[in-house]
């Protein structure tokens, strides 16, 4: 959170901005790691501002870590700062699933790595929805495939949050199979070999299954009541 | 001994000893705050490998930047660090040196050669390569007091889970 890079002051080098927060590549006492900084909203009161950017903070490290002792590969948290509404993670080197998926769909597909890949998405989530966490923001820019050793490492626990309700990690999976369905279409039915994967490895799969085909009917944020 | 660059302007030097036999005597330097040079002294055998050490001095070193150390010294804060639990106390007992312990990581921050010469004179035992760290570590003990679970175990390493309880101790 120190070393100065090109570009941005003391975080490091600017890499991507999102809606929520600014991820900087810096380096950790020699390693290189990622600085994920959320920004305060203007628009909110200052000292709510700082207390809610410092609570998602936290539950943010707080799902990592639980993440990583049920079993789900994540980036290693190197440290989180709440003075500057920071978390600074290992970085993964690798492609995000997104852009090997793009590629298959340009290039063509290679069946085998298509499969491995998919087959750990699934496996991956079951073990999350299986230890009650949701990860609230399941698309393949959140997925990266590490580079030598091809382990699917999750990211981006931002959005994350605890619950055992079939009902969230339906919508867990539906996110996933509509962000699927708009980008990488080209790919075949990748979500069949998810869902497989996740059936396999996942002890309360049917009443997750059951209540996804109720959401796919009609759409998620909709409990019809009122 | 070895040294780490931990932040702009800070260095860490890191030196292990086995076959220590004073460790009665370091444990009453050091609670009666006479040690000199002032210096952490971390239970070896939690420590398979620096990395996380370091991920604990950083942190330390940021408390005392803004003024906000949870314990007394720079050092002990940085042994608090390292045990990833809440308790002040607890956690310098178990991360720190006891009466009969042989197998010593002294860590000092911002340690002149001459500061370092004088904590190995301090000591008595045998210094040897920080090499020796992972396989002398006690993995029964380190799964133990950091709760690792087997499902971790398995996609990580023991320095990455210990790490990650580091960082994310103030967090939980």
């Known amino acids: 959170m120190d070393t100065c890079q090109t570009g941005q002051a003391e975080l490091g080098l600017l890499i991507k901005q999102g809606a929520e927060a600014r991820v900087y590549l810096s380096s950790f006492v020699g390693r290189k790691c990622i600085v994920k900084e959320r920004f305060s909203k203007k628009y909110r009161h200052p000292i709510l501002d700082s207390k809610l950017t410092v609570k998602r903070l936290n539950a943010e490290a707080r799902c990592m870590t639980k993440a990583r002792k049920l079993g789900v590969v994540t980036p290693v948290l190197y440290g989180v700062d709440p003075v500057l509404h920071t978390l600074t993670f290992e970085f993964i080197e690798g492609h995000a699933v997104k852009d090997i998926l793009l590629e298959f769909g340009s290039n063509g597909i290679v069946e085998e790595r298509l499969n491995d890949i998919a087959a750990q998405i699934g496996i991956a989530i079951a073990k999350l929805h299986d230890g009650g966490l949701v990860h609230g923001d399941l698309t393949t820019s959140n997925m990266i495939v590490k580079e030598g050793t091809n382990q699917l490492v999750l990211i981006d626990f931002g959005l994350s949050f605890t619950s055992t309700l079939p009902e969230d990690k339906a919508v867990d999976l539906y996110v996933l199979e509509r962000a699927l369905l708009s980008m990488h279409s080209s790919c075949g039915d990748v979500m069949e070999k998810i869902l497989a994967a996740y059936r396999k490895s996942s002890k309360q799969w049917s009443a997750t299954m059951n209540k996804l085909a109720q959401v796919r009917q009609r759409g998620r944020k909709r409990t019809m009541v009122g | 001994m070895k040294s780490f660059h931990v932040s702009a302007g800070s260095t860490f030097s890191v030196a292990l000893f086995s076959d220590v036999t004073n460790s009665r005597e370091l444990l009453e330097l050091m609670q009666s705050a006479k040690m000199e040079p002032e210096v952490a002294l971390l239970n070896a055998s939690l420590v398979p490998d620096i990395f996380p050490v370091l991920a604990a001095a950083h942190k330390a070193l940021v408390s005392k930047s803004r003024e906000s150390l949870t314990t007394r010294t720079l050092h002990s804060e940085l042994v608090y660090n390292y045990a990833a639990s809440k308790h002040i106390s607890e956690s310098l007992k178990r991360c720190g040196i006891s009466d009969q312990m042989s197998y010593i990581l002294a860590v000092r921050f911002n340690a002149s050669d001459d500061e370092m010469t004088s904590v190995t004179n301090l000591i008595n035992g045998k210094e040897i390569d920080l090499?020796?760290?992972?396989?002398?570590?006690?993995?029964?003990?380190?799964?133990?007091?950091?709760?690792?679970?087997?499902?971790?175990?398995?996609?990580?390493?023991?320095?990455?889970?210990?790490?990650?309880?580091?960082?994310?101790?103030d967090a939980l």
């Open chain 2, 131 to 169: 090499e020796e760290l992972e396989p002398r570590s006690n993995r029964d003990q380190i799964l133990k007091h950091f709760k690792i679970p087997p499902q971790e175990l398995a996609i990580s390493s023991l320095s990455d889970a210990i790490t990650c309880r580091i960082a994310a101790r």
